[in-house]
């Protein structure tokens, strides 16, 4: 079914029933041009995308695509899914998927069958996926099969550290189920990413910096802040109508805020965000030094090379054109190179390099990393906008 303008007339035509068997659609994958798909944060890569499962039968009421797939799920057999896999790996060197999955594992028994298929076939490639905190906790018997079959990345919607607001959106878990689910990911040697929704109605400055101090205790590998931006169609919109500000729908993008909370201006609001960001991130950015698993080190350490430039970052805060080079003299130090020239104490490091950085969710797109000083303000000097920022103190 589709919808559409033509003149002044709007045709629609009704809505068609979902395809049951989702193995009889076939990809035209010969017609990408595979150049193109990289996956940065793994060196030598080659991303592809595969969908196993379509939809989620859950009701949160901030989320939209329960609404798309009117809370119904299908899925594709393992061993169609295994194979696509498997053709793609060795017909076109794709060694690292993505599942676009909402939910793909809702059946504990087809998720284990595709997970035996993917160990037995021994690929050699690198997983990212998402999936619901409670199935993490519910697989913790088989969660060393998610490792050997190839899954390295898991993102979990925590949304919220305070259960008040879970039971609100119907996110049907505990809170202690979020940070249950991040440990033994992390234990399984897994790299963990999470989300947390700021912005509700009664959402204070003190509330978000409780949030921001709880969600450092979770210790997600990535955290991201996002503002409540609820569709039209959300089952929460009409609730949340009253509070909303901003119309213009380009905005309804998880980083501008579009709800006023009674107690704080949306300024405030994108402000807390971004401090958010700035703290949990250079946090993290220091605790790389201890990470041992040099392959989860040197993934978190690209990731944040590369959003550390995203357009996320040049938006808010500015021009950054001092930064990366105190920021670049820690990187080296990570990564045990010697720095040339004279180093910055970290204290220094940290504290100018916090006051200006922020960070946007790893899959968004963004600017490739700018190592030398001289790339970097090429880079900045071809914006058309570059505000000075404010330094904070």
Not at 67 to 81: D, G, L, N, T, Y
Not at 357 to 371: G, Q
């Amino acid at each position: 079914g589709i919808a559409f303008k033509e003149d002044e007339r709007i045709f629609f035509f009704f809505l068609r029933p979902f395809i049951k068997d989702l193995d009889s659609l076939n990809p035209a994958w010969d017609l990408i041009n595979w150049k193109d798909y990289r996956y940065f944060d793994i060196p030598k890569s080659r991303l592809g995308a595969v969908s196993t499962s379509r939809g989620c039968s859950h009701k949160c009421t901030f989320c939209s695509q329960q609404k798309f797939w009117h809370q119904s799920w299908r899925a594709r057999r393992p061993e169609a899914v295994v194979k696509e896999i498997e053709h793609l790996n060795k017909q076109y060197g794709v060694n690292v998927f993505l599942f676009t999955d909402e939910y793909p594992t809702q059946d504990r028994q087809r998720w284990e069958r595709l997970l035996d298929l993917l160990i037995e076939r021994d690929l050699g490639i690198y997983i990212l996926m998402e999936t619901r905190a409670e199935d993490i906790i519910r697989d913790r018997d088989i969660l060393h099969k998610y490792r050997r079959a190839g899954i390295v990345h898991i993102y979990i919607g925590v949304e919220s550290t305070e259960q008040e607001t879970l039971d609100l959106i119907k996110k049907d878990i505990k809170v202690e189920t979020g940070m249950e689910a991040l440990r033994l990911i992390h234990e399984h040697g897994m790299i963990s990413e999470t989300s947390f929704i700021l912005g509700f109605p009664d959402e204070t400055r003190e509330s978000i910096k409780k949030t921001l101090r709880l969600s450092k205790l979770y210790n997600p590998d990535f955290a991201h802040y996002l503002a409540l931006a609820p569709w039209p169609y959300a089952d929460m919109y009409e609730e949340l109508k009253p509070h909303i500000k901003v119309q213009d729908y380009s905005k309804y993008n998880l980083i501008d805020p579009v709800i006023k909370p009674r107690s704080m201006s949306l300024k405030e609001v994108d402000r807390a965000i971004i401090e958010c960001y700035q703290s949990f991130y250079m946090g993290k950015l220091t605790q790389l030094i201890k990470i041992k698993d040099e392959f989860k080190r040197r993934y978190i350490l690209s990731s944040m090379k590369l959003i550390m430039n995203s357009s996320f970052i040049v938006d808010k805060l500015g021009s950054l054109g001092k930064i990366p080079a105190q920021v670049e003299q820690l990187i080296r130090k990570i990564e045990h190179t010697p720095v040339e020239k004279t180093p910055v104490s970290d204290p220094e490091v940290v504290t100018l390099a916090s006051r200006t950085v922020s960070i946007n969710a790893p899959f968004n797109d963004v600017f490739a990393f700018v190592s030398s000083s001289e790339n970097w303000h090429r880079f900045i000097n071809g914006l058309k906008e570059i505000r000075p920022i404010k330094r904070q103190g």
